[in-house]
C-alpha cells in the first residue's frame, strides 16, 4: 500500500465514525447488587470451575469494559473460559450530589458490601464462599487499604498496576505535591474531580504517546483487527468517571501528598490505616512500561504488606496490560497456584 492509499484508507476509517461504534462490555454477566451508582457484575464460569471466585475491584476513574474491550482482547472471558467465576465491582458514575463521599464511605461500607455479596452469591453456586481478590490501579490500592484491616471472605490477594509506594510515582509524584497541586481549590470550586481534567493530565504525562497513538493508525490501517481494537481503546479512553470530591481530597492528600501507605499516620474513618497488619498473602503485578504506577510504585507493597507478598512484571503499559496477552495468562496461573 503507498502512502497515498494508506493515508486514503485512513481518512475511510474515521469518516466511518468507528469510535462511535465500537461495543465494548459484551461479556454474558448479570448484576447481582447495587449500591448507589456501583455494581457488582457476576461473570459465570464457562468451563470446568478451577479454583476460587475471584473478586475484582477496578479503578474509581474509568469504565470496567477495559477488563472486557473486546471477545479476544476480555481478561474476564479468558478467566471465565478457564473456569474462574469473576465478580467485578463496577463503581459507576457519580454525579454532583455524590461530592461529598468520603474514601471510608467507599473502602469501609461499600467495598465490604459488595465482598460479602459476592461471597453469598458463591456459596449460593455450590462454593464455600472463598474468594481471591484483585485489585487494578486505585480500585487496587482501595482493596489493599480494606483487606489490611479486614480481609473477610478473600483469602488472598493480586494487585495490578496499583500504587502503594505513591512517591515513586515519577513525573505524577512531582506533580502531585502540596507545593504545585491546588487541591483545597480544585474540590472547593469544581466538586467532584472532572474526567475531563484527568484525562488530560494522565495524557501530558506522556505526551509523545499521543503522537505513537496515531502513526500505530497509519502504519497497521490496513489490519481490520487492529483498527478494531484502536477505536474500542479510544472510546474507552474518551470515557471517564469524575472522582467524587470529598474522596478524591482525601486521597491525594493521603497518598499522593503524604504517602501514608508507605510512612503511616493515617486515620480513614475513625480506623489506622497499616498495610503491616495484613494477614493473607499478595502479589503485586506491574507493567514495565507504565508511567502512571510505575514497577517501583507497585512494589512498595513488599514493603508494607504484613504477609508474604511476591512481585511479577508484565509486559506493557499502564492500560495496555489490560488488552495484552500476558495478563490473563499471568492471572490463571496465579489463581492455579493459589488452588495448590
Request: net charge neutral.
Amino acid at each position: 500500500m503507498t502512502p497515498i492509499d494508506r493515508m486514503s484508507e485512513l481518512f475511510r476509517f474515521l469518516q466511518a465514525d468507528p469510535v462511535a461504534r465500537a461495543r465494548a462490555g459484551q461479556s454474558p454477566h448479570t448484576i447481582i447488587h447495587r449500591q448507589n451508582k456501583a455494581v457488582l457484575r457476576f461473570f459465570p464460569a464457562r468451563g470446568p470451575r478451577q479454583g476460587a471466585p475471584l473478586f475484582i475491584s477496578m479503578p474509581l476513574i474509568n469504565t470496567w469494559t477495559i477488563f472486557d474491550l473486546l471477545p479476544e482482547r476480555s481478561v474476564v472471558a479468558a478467566l471465565t473460559a478457564a473456569g474462574i467465576p469473576v465478580y467485578l465491582l463496577d463503581w459507576g458514575r457519580p454525579g454532583p450530589e455524590d461530592r461529598g463521599v468520603r474514601l471510608d464511605d467507599l473502602i469501609d461500607d461499600l467495598l465490604p458490601r459488595a465482598m460479602d455479596r459476592a461471597s453469598r452469591h458463591a456459596r449460593s453456586e455450590g462454593g464455600d464462599g472463598a474468594l481471591a481478590g484483585l485489585g487494578y490501579c486505585v480500585g487496587g490500592t482501595f482493596l489493599s487499604l480494606r483487606l489490611a484491616h479486614d480481609p473477610g471472605p478473600i483469602s488472598t490477594l493480586a494487585l495490578l498496576a496499583a500504587p502503594i509506594d505513591f512517591h515513586a510515582s515519577g513525573r505524577l509524584a512531582a506533580w502531585a505535591s502540596p507545593d504545585s497541586f491546588p487541591l483545597d481549590d480544585l474540590v472547593d470550586g469544581l466538586g467532584n474531580f472532572p474526567a475531563s481534567l484527568m484525562r488530560t493530565s494522565f495524557q501530558l504525562l506522556r505526551p509523545a504517546g499521543q503522537v505513537a497513538k496515531w502513526k500505530g493508525l497509519y502504519e497497521r490501517i490496513e489490519d481490520p483487527g487492529f483498527r478494531q481494537l484502536w477505536a474500542a481503546m479510544e472510546q474507552w479512553s474518551e470515557d471517564g468517571v469524575e472522582f467524587p470530591g470529598e474522596a478524591y481530597r482525601e486521597y491525594v492528600r493521603r497518598c499522593y501528598f503524604d504517602n501514608a501507605l508507605i510512612t503511616g499516620g493515617w486515620t480513614l474513618g475513625d480506623r489506622p490505616v497499616d498495610l503491616g497488619r495484613a494477614r493473607i498473602p499478595a502479589v503485586a503485578f506491574a507493567a514495565d512500561g507504565d508511567h502512571i504506577c510505575p514497577p517501583q510504585a507497585a512494589f512498595g507493597l513488599a514493603r508494607a504488606w504484613g504477609a508474604p507478598t511476591q512481585t511479577r512484571q508484565l509486559k506493557g503499559g499502564h492500560v495496555g496490560v489490560c488488552v495484552g496477552k500476558a495478563l490473563p495468562a499471568a492471572l490463571i496461573a496465579w489463581s492455579q497456584e493459589q488452588a495448590e
